[in-house]
């Protein structure tokens, strides 16, 4: 169901009963969704701080098994590479 800022603010009863019977109600401003009021008990899509690879994961993608020291030098060995110094 969708109901728009107005009729919540009317109507804030009956948009909460469609809600108590299991429904989710899309709340509209100016004909663009701002908000989901749902039922407590229905499961939310989970939410991620960061973006996920939607092929997920690669099994098959090489792995570094170089010197343990190398993370710590390699900043050394690159010193001068994509400068504009010639």
């Known amino acids: 169901m969708d109901a728009t800022m107005r009729e919540l603010n009317q109507h804030t009863a009956q948009v909460l009963a469609h809600v108590e019977a299991g429904e989710a109600v899309t ?9 989901v009021i749902q039922p407590v008990d229905t499961p939310s899509e989970p939410v991620y701080g960061f973006r996920t690879d939607p092929m997920g994961d690669d099994d098959k993608a090489p792995v570094f098994n170089g010197h343990p020291l190398f993370a710590e030098r390699v900043d050394d060995w690159l010193t001068g590479f994509g400068s504009d110094d010639y």
């Open 27 to 35: 709340v509209t401003k100016n004909g663009r969704p701002i908000a």
